[in-house]
């Protein structure tokens, strides 16, 4: 039987739209998740999440304390993914890039992980970095980290407030955001 080929614009398509990456979203978080998918370039997996934060399906907040995790009050687990080696492969680098700047809530944000699966609206997320944007998101604003190590395998990652002077507590009204996570297959032994 021959082989099928792919016309540009189905290619396109495909590459565009990646596969619906199987660590879902917690419930605390889950309706600003417009997507996150997963896509490979030979051994690069890239770990693509976008961000509502003014979704009208949910109200996301943030609280005044930094490093605390923002979310739906009372709306359960806050995490964006988990990472597992199956899925995002050996994770490298992450960044955020804002499309739309956040309003009415905290603007500085950070990219966070724990180990818990548990952390809500308003959880201390921890001082494990996947990167500190170190500013108020504005749009254009791209903030690229590193992790060492591998040292967030198998850990949940949440958005948190980040190191501000008076962080702002409120509702976010707007605020879009693309997160992608670099990660590497590990290729079987030949």
Do not use: H, W
């Not at 590459?15 to 978080?29: C, Q, V």
């Amino acid at each position: 039987m021959g082989s099928r080929r792919l016309g540009r614009q189905r290619l396109f398509s495909l590459e565009k739209r990646g596969k619906e990456s199987d660590n879902r979203p917690g419930p605390g978080i889950a309706d600003a998740v417009v997507y996150s998918k997963v896509s490979r370039d030979g051994a690069q997996i890239t770990t693509e999440i976008v961000v509502d934060l003014g979704t009208s399906k949910a109200a996301i907040q943030s609280k005044d304390t930094d490093g605390d995790v923002i979310g739906v009050s009372g709306g359960g687990a806050a995490y964006l993914t988990q990472l597992t080696e199956a899925v995002n492969g050996v994770v490298t680098d992450a960044e955020i890039i804002c499309t739309e700047a956040p309003t009415t809530g905290e603007l500085d944000l950070n990219l966070v992980y724990n180990s818990s699966a548990a952390l809500a609206f308003d959880s201390a997320g921890g001082s494990d970095l996947l990167v500190d944007t170190n500013a108020d998101l504005v749009k254009g604003l791209n903030v690229v980290g590193a992790i060492n190590n591998n040292a967030a395998q198998n850990d949940y990652v949440y958005l948190a407030v980040g190191t501000a002077t008076a962080p702002a507590a409120g509702t976010y009204d707007a605020g879009k955001l693309v997160i992608r996570i670099y990660g590497y297959a590990v290729e079987s032994d030949l």
